[in-house]
C-alpha cells in the first residue's frame, strides 16, 4: 500500500506541472550535498518482556539529485533521489551500553513538496517542505568493544519521510544556492540481539546545493 501511495503522489506531481504558471520557468533540476548528523536507530523485538536496541550514528554524509515541477500559489514538487552513509558509534541492549562500529547505508527515492513563503521581492527565498518515499536501508554491525567479526547486516525496502526548511538565494539569471534543515526518518529492519524486531532511523542534516531552471 505504502508503495502504491508513493507511486500514485510521484504521477500526481508530474500532471500537475501542467497548471505551473506558463509566464516562467515550468521546471528546475539541481544537486545537493549533505552533513548528515548523530542520528538513531531504535528497534523493539517482540519478546516477553520486550527487547529494546538503541543505534547511534556517528557524523556522516551523503548527496541527492532532483527534478521538480512549479506549481501555482508558490507551491512547487520534485522527485528526489537520496543516498546517506553514517557509521555507527554505540549501542544500547535492554538498558546495556556499548561501543560497536559499522555503518549504516540509506537509498531513498522521494516525492517532495515546498511552499516558498512570500517575502517580497528581496532576492532570498524562504521555503519548507515535506516529502515521502520508500527507502532501502542497509544496517551493517562488525565490532561490539574491541572484538571484531564479519559484518552482520540487515536490508530492505521501507516507508520514509522527512521534513525540510530552508532558504534559496539566487546566484545569476535561472540558478541558486540553496541550503536547507532536513529531518528524515526511515522505517527499517534490523535485528534486536537475535530476534526481529520493528525499528525506526531518525537523523538532520544541513543540505547545500545548486539549482537551475529547465
Not at 520508500?134 to 551493517?140: M, P, R, S, V
Not at 541558486?176 to 537523523?203: E, K, P
Amino acid at each position: 500500500m505504502r508503495l502504491f501511495t508513493t507511486v500514485s503522489l510521484a504521477l500526481l506531481c508530474v500532471s500537475s506541472a501542467a497548471f505551473a504558471d506558463a509566464s516562467g520557468p515550468t521546471s528546475y533540476s539541481g544537486l545537493r550535498g549533505s552533513l548528515a548528523f548523530e542520528g538513531t536507530i531504535s528497534g523493539h523485538g517482540a519478546t516477553t518482556p520486550p527487547t529494546t536496541v538503541k543505534l547511534s550514528t556517528g557524523t556522516g554524509g551523503g548527496a541527492s539529485v532532483y527534478w521538480g515541477w512549479y506549481l501555482p500559489y508558490g507551491f512547487r514538487t520534485d522527485l528526489e533521489l537520496l543516498y546517506r552513509y553514517q557509521p555507527l558509534s554505540d549501542a544500547t541492549v535492554t538498558g546495556t551500553k556499548v561501543k560497536v562500529g559499522g555503518y549504516s547505508e540509506t537509498f531513498a527515492p522521494m516525492v517532495n513538496a515546498y511552499w516558498d513563503i512570500p517575502v517580497g521581492d528581496i532576492g532570498v527565498r524562504p521555503f519548507v517542505g515535506a516529502g515521502v518515499g520508500y527507502g532501502w536501508n542497509e544496517t551493517g554491525l562488525n565490532k561490539i568493544d574491541t572484538t571484531t567479526f564479519p559484518t552482520l547486516h540487515n536490508d530492505g525496502w521501507k516507508f520514509s519521510y522527512n521534513a525540510m526548511a530552508g532558504l534559496s538565494i539566487p546566484m545569476g539569471t535561472g540558478y541558486r544556492l540553496t541550503g536547507m534543515y532536513r529531518w528524515l526518518h526511515q522505517d527499517i529492519s534490523v535485528s534486536c540481539a537475535g530476534v526481529s524486531c520493528d525499528a525506526g532511523f531518525n537523523a538532520s542534516s544541513i543540505d547545500i546545493g545548486l539549482e537551475f531552471d529547465l
